[in-house]
């Protein structure tokens, strides 16, 4: 719950600066989307969890590591989707983004 509201918090300063300056804070961006990022995926693990029966049915989990390896390629598949938003989009005009791609006649 910290970790979403931290994420949210951050991408709201981001997005205020950028109102008023055109720039924003790229490291409140960063950070606020990795955090939503690592509280999305702990929300996905302690789903999973409770759709085992971990904690309501048994106290002892069957199939452990299928249902982590299941985390585990959506938590990759997550933060390779982020690294590739960054490199891809961020990297190619980190300011003026919205410009490059606006039609400007």
């Known amino acids: 719950m910290f970790l979403q509201f931290l994420g949210i918090f951050l991408n709201v300063v981001h997005v205020l600066k950028f109102a008023f300056d055109g720039v924003g804070v790229e490291k409140c961006d960063m950070v606020g989307n990795l955090a939503a990022i690592v509280s999305e995926c702990l929300m996905i693990l302690m789903l999973l969890l409770i759709a085992k029966g971990w904690t309501i049915t048994r106290m002892v989990m069957k199939c452990k590591l299928l249902t982590f390896a299941v985390w585990a390629a959506y938590l990759c598949f997550d933060i390779f989707l982020f690294v590739w938003n960054r490199v891809s989009i961020t990297a190619q005009h980190p300011h003026v ?4 791609h606006h039609d400007t006649r």
Request: proline letters at 0%; hydrophobic letters at 75%; aromatic letters at 50%.
């Open 97 to 100: 983004w919205w410009a490059s």
